[in-house]
């Protein structure tokens, strides 16, 4: 904990929770007097975290029934509105910030497929990784440990991390008057 204006509220190597008071905006002067201050430090702790990840062998894929149409949709100021013709507008021979576009639609339909258990382990590895950097965000590992099994329906991965990360967030004081009103 560096407490760079303020007071701190904690002790080094204190366990804290989330919401917990670690840098204090109200500070004891020599002289036994109170203040404010704008409480500003860094608080780096080291925290665990699990992640979990279930990827079912049963999953909706695309199949592409070869039937393609050329289609048009006119783009004005980035809304995109399908029509059937081509045509270019112009008002006074000066083209208008509005054009159309040409794209390829293509049919499919959605069925269920199973998937071996090595292409589920390599989609669900690829899966899990986004959500462990979703989760653990800036934090530094500095220890992992991930375990992979297959049920009958998924295959399910679990890692359990410990991080050292910075903890703290920045609230406003809260300062209520208990004074009556006249």
Do not use: W
């Not at 909706?60 to 059937?84: H, W």
């Not at 998924?154 to 809260?174: H, K, N």
Request: charged share 25%; hydrophobic share 40%; aromatic share 8%.
């Amino acid at each position: 904990l560096k407490v760079y204006e303020g007071e701190a509220a904690v002790k080094k190597g204190e366990a804290v929770l989330k919401g917990d008071l670690l840098i204090s905006s109200v500070v004891t002067n020599k002289d036994l007097s109170v203040s404010f201050k704008h409480a500003r430090g860094v608080a780096i702790a080291q925290t665990r975290h699990t992640v979990s990840h279930t990827f079912p062998f049963r999953q909706k894929a695309r199949q592409y029934t070869g039937v393609e149409s050329e289609r048009y949709r006119l783009s004005f100021f980035g809304l995109r509105i399908p029509f059937g013709f081509r045509n270019t507008l112009r008002m006074n021979q000066v083209p208008l910030p509005v054009y159309t576009e040409t794209y390829l639609k293509r049919e499919y339909i959605e069925q269920e497929v199973t998937l071996p258990k090595a292409q589920a382990l390599l989609a669900a590895a690829a899966e899990y990784e986004q959500k462990v950097r979703a989760e653990l965000g800036e934090a530094t590992i500095l220890e992992q440990k991930v375990e992979t099994h297959f049920t009958q329906e998924a295959c399910v991965i679990t890692g359990t991390y410990t991080c050292e990360e910075e903890i703290g967030v920045p609230e406003a004081l809260q300062v209520e008057d208990h004074m009556a009103l006249e």
